[in-house]
């Protein structure tokens, strides 16, 4: 059994795609996740399960949400080892104190970017924002807000893949979580 880190991309939000995190808890623990538990209403998991790759075990996950809730949601499941370095090598780490965290953002990706088309990306950022691709995790300072940012907006559009984003003070609650210890 490997501990997982299971992001969900648009649960809960709008009134949209409702999934209770009990609920979600419930149904991973009938799939045989132990030790499961969830972070606010967003879609972060924190558990134990299967030792399979994690693109099959986020398509199980996947599923079973779909067969129990009606909905497929984006999921990505992260192995603790693969999370932990993650938040390692956030280049911003010096930015992270502020505002509590909610400044730094990391997208993690569904998969390397095939090419970085760092002009586009360049052309969205404003003077205080500062960005760096590290294979699968995108790393955004974004110190006069994520959800003005248009960058943060168009990031995963302009990469090509599928990304969901969470905030430094949320990397660090399913840090330690997964028993990662500080971060």
């Known amino acids: 059994m490997k501990t997982w880190i ?5 649960v809960n ?19 045989g996740f132990s030790d499961v538990r969830t972070y606010i209403q967003s879609g972060n998991v924190v558990c134990r399960g299967p030792g399979q790759k ?23 499941a992260i192995e603790a080892a693969d ?8 280049p911003f780490s010096e930015s992270t104190a502020d505002m509590e965290g909610r400044t730094v ?28 691709l590290k294979g699968r995790v995108l790393y955004l300072h974004c110190p006069e807000g994520f959800g003005t940012s248009k960058l943060a907006i168009q990031a995963e559009r302009i990469l090509g893949v599928p990304a969901t984003a969470r905030n430094w003070r949320t990397v660090g609650t399913l840090f330690e979580m997964a028993g990662l210890g500080g971060h």
């Open 13 to 31: 939000v709008g009134g949209n795609n409702k999934l209770p995190m009990k609920a979600l808890a419930t149904e991973l623990e009938s799939l």
């Open 105 to 132: 953002h990391l997208f993690f990706l569904d998969q390397a970017p095939k090419e970085v088309p760092r002009d586009r990306l360049e052309a969205l950022r404003i003077a205080s924002e500062r960005w760096q």
């Open 83 to 90: 999370f932990a370095a993650a938040a390692a090598a956030n």
């Open 54 to 76: 994690p693109d099959a075990l986020a398509a199980v996950i996947r599923g079973a949400i779909l067969g129990k809730f009606g909905f497929e949601p984006a999921v990505l």
């Open 6 to 10: 299971v992001l969900l991309r648009g």
